[in-house]
Structures are given as C-alpha cells and as structure tokens.
C-alpha cells in the first residue's frame, strides 16, 4: 500500500503587510480575510479535498498553539501533530523538523509542504497537480509548485523550467529572485517561467538526505530538537537549544537552490499569496468599478479601490486607486496599487512606544478556554467581554491589584471564590475582591459570555498569580 | 449711558458637512474642532473679550438646550437667556424673535447676530469691527460684517459695497449668491466685493420696523411666540403654535437683500465659517507639507491632507490631497479639495434605514444630568458607561423589558430601588430587577461614573416610564 502524503502546514509567520488586520498576536494566516474562515482553516479544508491525504502536521510557535488547536477543532479536521518551534528561523529547520518527524513514523512518507496564508481555489486541475507532485516526489524529486505567470507580477520569486521529466514535472532551470518589472515583462513574454508558490512535494527520505548533505547545521538542529521534543498537552515541543542552533535560512536557499533534485511542476489554479492588500484585492474579484469591499461601505465615484472594515462605517468619495483598511483601533489609507509599503509602516510603528501595541495585539484575545474582547480602558477600571467555551476552565488565579465583577450575559457560569461555588445564569453578578483565589467555569453546553469590570490603581495583564490550570500555565 | 451690545448667538444648526464628527444629536457648534473648546464656547469666549458686551441671548432648538446649558456653565459666562425655537424655521424668524425679546427689555438694544460655529481669531481688528459696526447700528444701519475676500472662494455668497458711509461702513450694493470660480476671480481681480460672513449688528428697533413692513408673516410669528412665550427651568420655550406660521426664509432674503437700511462693514480679521473640511484644513493652518493632523496618526509621504480621528490611529501613505476623518463608527476618505461633498454623501446615509444612525447620534449621549456612552451593543444585552454631575439626578423610572447592573467606578452613587435608599463608593455594584422603580442620584462632589450591564430581551431607549423628573420630562 502506497502511504497517504502528509500535509506539512506552516503557521508560524508574521506578517506584517496586511496590517492593520494581520498583527503579531494573531497574523494574517488566523484571521477572515477570504470568506468566514480564516485562510489556516481554508488551508485545513481543503485537505478534505483528496483521499490522498493523511493528517496534517502543523507546524507553529507556542505563542499561536492554541489558536491553532482551536481552529483545527472548529474546521472539524482530524488533528495530526502541532509542532512548535521554539524560535523563529525561517522555513528550512522548520519544514526538516517536520521531515524528520514523519520519517520517524515512515520512512516512505511523501510531504505536501503548504503555507497556511495562501488563497487556492481546490478546484480539480489543484488535485490533478496534487497527483502529478505526489508521483514525481515518489520518484525522488523535490517538487516545487510553479504558478503559471497571468501578469509581470514583482512580487513574487519566479523559477526558469528546464529538461522536463515524466508527469507534467520538470527539472528547475534556475530560482530567480523578486525582479523588476522589466524583467518580469520579458519572463512573461519569453515563456518559460512561474511564479515560485512556496508550495512543495517532497519525500521526507530525499529531503532529509538533501539536507544532510547540503546544509548539515539545518538538518542537525532538526534532528536534534526532533529527539528532544516533548510532548505538551495536544502539542509537540521542539527542543529549544537544538533547534534555536539552526541559522535563519529558507528552504529555498538552503537546498531548492543547490540539490541536483530539484524540479517544478508548472499549474494553473487560481492561487494569490496574498502578500498585500492589492493581492487580497486581486483575490477577492474586483466588481465593474475595481472595487472590493468587506464590511460595511458606501463608496461614491470611486474605482480599484480596497476595503475592508471591522466594524466603523466606511464612506469614500471621489478617489481611484485607494485602500481604505479599518480595525477597532487603527485605520490605513493608502493607493491599493502601493499597499507593499504598509510593511515598511509597520515598521516605524513598531519603532515608536507609543504606536507599537497596534502592531502586536487584536482588540480580542484568544486563550484555551476562550478569550477575552477588551472593550473600555480607562484610568482606574476596565471593562472586558470574556468568553469561555463549554466545558472549559480558566486558571485558578489571583490578583493582588485589582477586584472585579462579573455579570453573566449568556450562558451559564461556575464561579469558585476562596474554595466556595456559586452558579450564575444569564443576569446574574458576583464580586471578586482584591486578594481572593477564584476560578471561572463553563459547565454548560453553550458558550458562556460575561461582562466584566474591572477596578484597582493596576491593570496589567501580568497582575495574576496561577495555582492551578488546564492548560500549563501555572507556578 | 448707552446700553450694552446683546450678542444673540444662533445655535440651532445641523451642519451636515463635517460629517462623520457634525451630527444631528452634536452638530459641529457643540464638538471641539478647533482646540479643546467649542466652536459655541469660543463664540462665548470672544465676548468676554470686549466691555461692550451684554449676556448673550442664544437662540437654538429643543434637542439642544441642555448641551447649551452645559456648554455655557462650562465656559463660565453669564448666562443670558436661551430662547428655544419650537421649529426650524431658517435665520428670519429666529434673529425676529431674539429681536422683539430684546425690544421689551429695552428699547434701544442692539443686537450683534453671530453664527455659533465660525471660527475666528479675536484681535484688536475684531473688537475695533465690531465698535464700527455698533456706531452704524445706532445710526440705524442694519450693519453686515463683510470679509476682505483673500482667494476666488465658491463658498460664500458675496456683497458689493455701495457708496461709502462713516466710520468705515459702506451702504450695500448688492448681494450675490455663491459665484461660480470665473465670477468669484472677477470679483477677487475688480474688488470692492466681500464675502457675506453671517454674522450683523442692528438695533432691535430698526430691525424689527424693517421686518414688519418687509416681511410682516416673519414678524408676526416672531411677536407672537415671544408673546406667548413659556420659562422652562432656565429656558424660554417660544410659542410653538406662533413660530410655526413662519415662513422658511433667511433673514438675508427676507430683510437684507430688500432693506433700504442694509450697510456692509468691509473687515479683515481672520474668519472662516468652517462650512466643510476643506474649510477646517485652511483654518487650522496646515503645515509646511501641507497637512494638518488632529488626533494620533502616522503620515508618510502625504500632502496636503485632513486628518481628524477620534480615536484610531491613522495612517496615511503616498497620498496628496486627502481627507481622512475618522470618529469611532464612521470614517469618510475623499479630497481634501473636494470635501463640500460629503453634503450630498450624508443625505444618501440618511436616506437609508441601515446607516440613518450613522448621521443622527454620536456613540456620547448628553442629557442634563450628565449622560452616556454606548460601549457595547449585543443581541440580549449592552454596555454604557454614565456620567452623572455632582448633584445631579436622574429620573424616577423604570423599564419593562431590561434589568440593570451598575458598578460605581469612580465617585458615590445613592441608588433608590423601591423606596430603599443605599449609597455606592468606588468598586460596589447594585442589580436592578426588571420593573423595579429606581433612581440615581451624585450626592458627591466629583462626576460620579458607573458601568451599566443592560440585560433583556429588548433594550430600546424607549423602555421607560418616568414618575418624577428634574428636568420636566416625567408624565
């Protein structure tokens, strides 16, 4: 029996171009950018496309672990493995850690190497090439997906096809790197180039015997924090000093670009990387005027324009070429055709204390039991929306800072006060004063909402001392 | 000894051209767009800057009077009388009304009408305009303020000076309405054309003598609903039914442009009407890019751009000739040179159920008491944060539909629910049941502030049944 391919998902990343949406506590690839999924759930989903593929194994930091088991859980896919990385150092050590760990498992496993922020439309020609990848990677090639180039695009790495194999396949002539639109008009023109997707197909074996042999600090870190890895919980812990040993190197420069078995598999699925707003508008099918709008718009005499809003009414008049981009807390405007340059933006906000928060947090936080909306801060009091899923449980914890009241709004909760239990239904308040060991619980079956006011001269989220938690967050 | 000069200050406004800040619950009078006062309370302030003046009479509409109350406590001046108009009947029989309030207290008063939301810097040129204009007033001059015209503005209708009078003032030569740009540059080029500011000097007698023979269906409603008048707490109500008879017509058209007694007194102080942002950009004295800023933003690469936030940050990329204007619900993106026609964009707003809202309420309820603001709209239940004055109380209500969780945090509440009195200090809270009859005072020194939980199955601001009110609205 031939083995199924094992998605390997990369949800690590950062990105900061699509800010202000894709911020560091909850990037780009967790968020709805694309329908009412977020593009790791898209991602997940379309694995349900093929009976070809096995369990995925997701590879992460710890930071993301729990919004990642979260949206697993809610795509409604079978879990694999979540590996966390305990550093960030770019895709090589991260995609060898996960060869290395299916080969552990099987030693003919085939690798389908995806990135976890893409748009793809799993249409038959993506699962024709899924095929067509499977049997060149079984052949011994490391496969590259190569998107057939509709524009001069340069944004994106191309990749020169050479000799061609079996299968649709052929050798990589040469990796090119982001060019200028020049260049890219004569690659388009000339014929013969695509679009380096960052998509791979790989036999764990092959790679890992590339890897050795072409970049042995990589494959050495992999396979050190692969033997030390500690599982935790639903998750797999990489081992920290082995794998923080690995230089901060791509993939593609590590071995794509120097193993003799490199080849790319040119398709023509409609795939963006959505590496900017202008992606995301190219993506989302501008309507007769150019423009795309998410969220709630009144736009007059306007044309190629982005918008997406989280919540405020956006209303534009008169402009071409624009986007228009608004979370609770940060708004960006600029030409949609220019949106590169909101990373560069980014950058200076995060130079500036003052500005550096809206790079990193979502008004909403996720945690395992649920999360929490901040909805008012002021001086002396707070007040948050929490939520907590059914069944779940928060810490047992105390602040020496702070009191606070809750007012179930929905559901029902379990609250433990200095070992005393008391159940709240929707409607019903409890005072937590300062100093006291408490716990909040959902013990139901629906969602469990409350208000909660907070009161005390500090506020901060570190005002907290865990003596028991489901989660591993104690002591 | 020659009376004082009695500012009557129109205030009745719903500016719609600053919208998303300039709504109909606030309009742009009421908001702080020129430093951290009023546009109404830097219109007061100016009047304390010459001895020459008499408590001011404000003439403005039901839903105002009690941010007019607040705004004029706030700004520490003697308070006049606010006269309140039952209808909106344009400037005639408002500035008619003022005039025969003014006439019975004193026969040789003399009025200066001022617009409540310009923006103007008070220097000595203002004072020694308006000691001119008082001169021509009792001469019997019905006395327009007209601007030294400094660009082709389309924006403002202008006024031809006629043959020279004394003390500067010039009789009229005739009005023109907003000029198209050739017409405006032939006027800037010829000279001896002003802009039409809104704002008069006259003596109440002459006026009114004017007025019933030229307009007497004006005159005839101002005397009635002045006779009919009704004191409300520290207003005056005009008779509705009176007022009401009155045509819709500017005191330009009804009186000015027909009088024989019109004079214009040419005026070079710096003035704007603030009619739209483009207008507001020029006032604010953009810097040396061409911007001018108002709240937390991040321009890179911009010129000449308006920015006004509320609350989000803004960023702004490679652009030139923007308005991005943001409050915490709308945000209006368009040119900065094009921004009069966000006008027509809030009729389209209004026009629709779904964003009517958007151009009706600010998220900060004023009532006299102190009020409210909306922090959270859910399903079955909401969030606001209240602010009561020291004092102060609310009414004795109850609702039908909702139960109520406040939690003081910050100053002292005394809460009556049923006849049972209890008082709150910082970090206690009180539960309201569905029906109960309850009231909520300050008994304190400082702004008392809580955090209400509203739960229920509907939760309209009009769920409530008054019994006792201090400020007239129970029964």
């Known amino acids: 029996m031939i083995s199924k391919i094992v998605p390997v998902i ?71 493995t979540i590996l966390l ?36 439309t799993a249409d038959a020609a993506y699962y024709d090439a899924v095929n067509l990848a499977d049997a060149a990677a079984r052949d011994g090639w490391l496969v590259a997906f190569g998107i057939m180039p509709t524009r001069p695009d340069t944004g994106y790495g191309y990749i020169a096809v050479g000799d061609a194999l079996i299968n649709g396949a052929s050798k990589v002539g040469r990796f090119v790197e982001k060019p200028d639109l020049a260049k890219a008009e004569a690659f388009l023109a000339e014929g013969g180039y695509v679009w380096n997707s960052g998509m791979f197909m790989i036999a764990a074996k092959t790679f890992i015997a590339e890897c050795e042999a072409l970049a042995p600090e990589t494959a050495g870190a992999a396979r050190g924090a692969v033997d030390l890895a500690k599982a935790d919980l639903d998750f797999v812990r990489l081992d920290a000093a082995a794998f923080e040993t690995a230089p901060r190197i791509s993939v593609d420069y590590a071995i794509f ?38 969220g709630p718009a009144l736009l007059s005499n306007t044309t190629n324009a982005m918008v997406m809003t989280t919540g405020a009414h956006v209303v534009i008049d008169g402009l071409d070429d624009i986007a228009v981009i608004a979370s609770e807390d940060a708004i960006f405007v600029g030409r949609q055709s220019q949106a590169q340059r909101v990373g560069a933006l980014v950058k200076q906000l995060k130079a500036d204390p003052a500005t550096r928060a809206l790079t990193e947090t979502h008004q909403t936080s996720y945690r395992p039991w649920g ?68 716990r909040l619980a959902n013990p139901g079956k629906i969602q469990l909402e409350l208000i909660e006011v907070q009161t005390g001269a500090y506020l901060g989220e570190d005002d907290i001392v865990r003596t028991e938690d489901d989660f591993g967050r104690a002591g």
Chains 1, 2 share one sequence.
């Open 371 to 438: 999360g929490y909306t901040s909805v008012l801060m002021a001086d002396r009091f707070q007040v948050k929306r929490l939520f907590v899923k059914p069944g779940k449980k928060l810490s047992l914890q105390k602040h020496y800072h702070r009191s606070e009241h809750w007012v179930v709004v929905k559901g029902t909760a379990e609250v433990t006060i200095d070992g005393q239990v008391s159940v709240l239904t929707e409607n019903q308040s409890i005072y937590l004063p300062l100093g006291c060991t408490h």
């Open 85 to 120: 990385e305990p550093a960030a150092r770019n895709t090589a050590v991260a995609i060898a850690s996960a060869a290395y760990y299916a080969l552990d498992r099987d030693e003919n496993a085939v690798l389908h190497i995806l990135a976890s922020d893409h748009a793809i």
């Open 257 to 294: 670009e120097k193993t003799e078995r490199a080849a790319v598999l040119p398709v023509s699925f409609d795939w963006s990387d959505l590496g900017s707003w202008d992606a995301v508008w190219a993506a989302q099918h501008p309507d007769a005027s150019g423009n795309v709008v998410l």
């Open 10 to 80: 990369l949800a690590g990343g950062q990105g900061t171009r699509l800010w202000p949406m894709s911020r560091a506590n909850r990037p780009k690839q967790f968020i709805e950018l694309m329908g009412n999924r977020s593009l790791f759930q898209q991602t997940l989903e379309r694995l349900g496309g093929s009976e070809r593929y096995d369990a995925p194994i997701v590879v992460t930091n710890a930071e993301y672990r729990f919004v990642v088991a979260e949206q697993v859980q809610e795509a409604g896919v079978a879990l694999g």
